[in-house]
């Protein structure tokens, strides 16, 4: 069993919908959890950073964070075909900076 | 702009080849990354430097040999690859906390390095 799943898509939404992207992980000791968004051939780009269960918002970007199910979420408002990207979840413990990813989901907002 | 540079963005080379892939950051960070990003695998980490010390390698085979000659800079030299070592080769940042241990800030990625091996 991976540490982190994530399923990898494509998911195709039409533009303005509401988007859903979920990660699941095993290791109860993952305290800080990362969005990052991936473009064709660029680096992987932060967008959210949350700390232990909760919810964070950030202009159409809401992560959630469910400790208890292992499980967290990126919702996206309002959707644009500039949206269209590889997200990927990261997350690690509390002792030192090494990240764990998810594989990455692939989404597609069509105009 | 991320503010971590990589150099060459791409690069093919034969599986008898040397070469370098250089990693430049202007963040300030202490601590430095090197990922591979395969097909359809998650990010799998390389080797972990933290105030120009090794402190991290996840098992690389040694024709990967990386080079921290200070905070702002890091090298992967790679030599007698394999064309299973074709994938994207990402570098990231991030501050390190007191005692070394990692701060609770992010890792900053650069756009990577595409390597082809023939």
């Known amino acids: 069993q991976k540490e982190v799943e994530q399923d990898p898509g494509p998911l195709s939404v039409p533009e303005g919908a509401i988007v859903s992207l979920n990660c699941t992980y095993s290791n109860s000791a993952f305290q800080y959890f990362m969005w990052y968004r991936q473009y064709s051939r660029k680096g992987p780009e932060l967008l959210m950073y949350?700390?232990?269960?909760g919810n964070k918002e950030d202009g159409r970007f809401t992560a959630q964070v469910d400790k208890s199910s292992k499980y967290i979420s990126l919702f996206i408002r309002d959707s644009q075909p500039s949206d269209s990207a590889t997200y990927l979840c990261?997350?690690?413990?509390?002792?030192?900076?090494?990240?764990?990813f998810g594989g990455g989901t692939r989404l597609m907002v069509k105009p | 702009e991320t503010g971590v540079t990589q150099t060459p963005r791409h690069l093919v080379m034969g599986m008898t080849n040397k070469k370098s892939l250089k990693c430049e950051q202007h963040l300030g960070h202490n601590a430095m990354y090197w990922y591979k990003q395969s097909a359809k695998k998650p990010l799998e980490l390389m080797f972990v430097y933290n105030f120009k010390e090794q402190t991290e390698n996840n098992s690389v085979p040694s024709r990967f040999s990386p080079e921290c000659p200070n905070s702002s800079h890091l090298f992967l030299h790679l030599h007698t690859l394999q064309p299973e070592d074709s994938a994207l080769y990402l570098c990231?940042?991030?501050?390190?906390?007191?005692?070394?241990?990692?701060?609770?800030?992010?890792?900053?990625f650069g756009d990577g390095t595409r390597l082809s091996i023939l």
């Open positions: 949350t700390y232990s269960s």
């Open positions: 990231a940042s991030a501050p390190t906390g007191q005692g070394g241990i990692g701060s609770n800030q992010p890792q900053h």
């Open positions: 990261a997350m690690r413990g509390n002792a030192g900076n090494m990240l764990t």
